[in-house]
């Protein structure tokens, strides 16, 4: 298996523009996890979808930012209008029950300029 | 509410020196934890977890960590660095309430010198 595949692997972006971010699971996986890493917050869960579903969004920081899962393959976190403080790295990660081990992709840097 | 405490930022120890990482957790119940390591650029991957049983967990790459409930810890040992360990570690904890979120620590970056 590939791992789980986040694209792009590096976004800039001018500040009120959208952002797409994508994420493919490990196949199989029921959970689908959206991290966000900063140096001054560190590593935020957004998001998590569970065969699908979003479960918990509490950490979505505020109504800019959207995540769907159409698929058990396909995930996208969107924010729109982007500002400078969204500026950090996205991480997906999978995991094939609740607990389990989860599996990081590789990230997505944003820079939103 | 559940945290996770990792009290060093930063720590260089010499290549082949015994290295601990420490980690403190508040929680009411037993909770799930875990050992990541992330490189630079890269995400992270996990190094061990513990959920019951042998409070010695071994894992990957020679490291292993220790549950202690009596000081809510689980720090992460290895005997020996080598400097491909250098790297960035997180303690994470995860509820047993429904929700099946981790809490990360703010991570500890570790420098190995030659």
């Known amino acids: 298996d590939a791992g789980v595949i986040q694209s792009p692997r590096h976004e800039v972006t001018e500040m009120g523009q959208e952002v797409t971010l994508r994420c493919k699971p490990i196949s199989g996986h029921d959970y689908l996890f959206w991290y966000r890493q900063t140096m001054m917050r560190g590593l935020e869960l957004l998001i998590y979808f569970n065969n699908n579903v979003p479960i918990d969004d509490s950490g979505m920081p505020e109504d800019r930012f959207s995540a769907k899962m159409p698929n058990a393959s396909f995930s996208t976190l969107k924010i729109q209008p982007s500002e400078p403080r969204d500026s950090a790295v996205y991480f997906c990660?999978?995991?094939?029950?609740?607990?389990?081990?989860?599996?990081f992709g590789p990230g997505t840097r944003l820079t939103v300029l | 509410a559940q945290s996770v405490t990792q009290p060093d930022i930063h720590i260089t120890v010499s290549e082949g020196a015994s290295l601990e990482l420490r980690c403190n957790y508040s929680?009411?119940?037993?909770?799930?934890l875990f050992w990541y390591v992330q490189s630079p650029g890269q995400g992270l991957q996990l190094l061990l977890k513990?959920?019951?049983?042998?409070?010695l967990v071994q894992g990957i790459k020679g490291f292993e960590a220790e549950f202690k409930r009596s000081q809510s810890s689980f720090n992460l040992r290895k005997p020996s660095v080598h400097w491909s360990d250098a790297a960035e570690y997180f303690c994470a904890v995860g509820q047993d309430s429904g929700t099946y979120k981790y809490i990360f620590g703010t991570g500890t970056r570790l420098k190995v010198l030659a």
């Open positions: 929680y009411g119940a037993t909770p799930y």
């Open positions: 990660a999978s995991s094939l029950r609740n607990y389990n081990e989860q599996f």
């Open positions: 513990y959920f019951s049983g042998d409070t």
